[in-house]
DNA sequence: TTTTCTGCAAACGATTTGCATACAC
DNA sequence: GTGTATGCAAATCGTTTGCAGAAAA
């Protein structure tokens, strides 16, 4: 069983929703295959195209990466650097919660896994009615390396 | 004991600063006081300054809202709707809690009260060696309005 | 009076859009 | 063939910045 997303799943996903397969939205999503664990932007995803030599156009790389999201393939978030970044979702649903830390003072983005949210997810529908689909949480502070330069 | 900020508050962390205390800021951190529980953004803070006939200059409404921010009144945030949103931190660090529910088919954000990501920061702390100072977390779904038109 | 602020307008950078062409199905 | 996607350039939109005048300390 396949912990993320394949091309296959991308072509069944487009079929669904009658789009196309296109080489483009196949290469953008082979960018984030080959690179997991990082948060691309969609500047970044065109340099690594450039630099692959199978250049796409910018805005046909706004266009797939949004086309990704709303798919479920590719998740969307913001660290507060001015720009949009995405990752891999896992394919299970349940599996894709690990968390983003992020340093306050060089910007390094790590992740957490954890799965302790499930009990919170609960009680919070409980209580509010609120039905949850999914979650994003950030913790913000300094990493390893940075807590040593810290003590002011 | 308040359980969030004052004018005086702000006149004594501007001081720390050595930055001065003026209208402009005054007026923008009473906008939050009078408006508990709403996120706004730079374009909301300026047009209720509008609508209350003491309009301030965008840009310094931008500057306002960054300065409120790193002196820890303010909170910053982003919903995926293109802008930066704000509100007023709680004084107690560690009561400044809440988690936000952002309902996906409305786009509505609404408040959850909770602190048990306690447990969860101290394990990530250990588990990790990442200092957390501060944390956001966001759930999305549907709210109670729209789960009845989602029934697909 | 010295330094920091404000307001305006221009600059910026990320993202979106219009449109003609190219391509997937 | 038909409808969707691409690429380019122009447009948009939130946010930042330079600078001269205004105001706080």
């Known amino acids: 069983m396949p912990t993320t997303f394949t091309m296959e799943d991308l072509r069944q996903k487009l079929q669904e929703r009658q789009h ?3 080489p483009q939205r196949q290469i953008v999503l082979q960018i984030f295959l080959d690179h997991p664990g990082e948060h691309l932007s969609a500047e970044d995803v065109h340099g690594i195209l450039r630099d692959n030599h199978s250049e796409i156009g910018l ?5 797939s990466l949004e086309l990704l999201s709303d798919l479920g ?6 660290f507060g650097d001015g720009c ?6 896992a394919i299970d649903p349940d599996t894709h919660h690990h968390h983003h830390l992020i340093c306050t ?4 983005v790590t992740e957490f896994e954890d799965d302790l949210l499930e009990n ?7 209580k509010s009615g609120f039905r949850i689909m999914d979650h994003q949480v950030k913790f913000f502070g300094y990493c390893k390396e940075c807590q040593d ?3 002011d």
Chains 1, 2 share one sequence.
């Open 84 to 89: 949009s970044r995405y990752e891999v979702n």
């Open 59 to 63: 805005a046909t790389v706004y266009r």
């Open 105 to 108: 003072k060089c910007g390094k």
């Open 120 to 126: 919170l997810e609960q009680d919070i529908e409980n």
């Open 20 to 22: 196309k397969m296109t």
């Open 149 to 151: 330069s810290v003590e």
């Open 73 to 78: 393939i590719l998740q969307k978030m913001e």
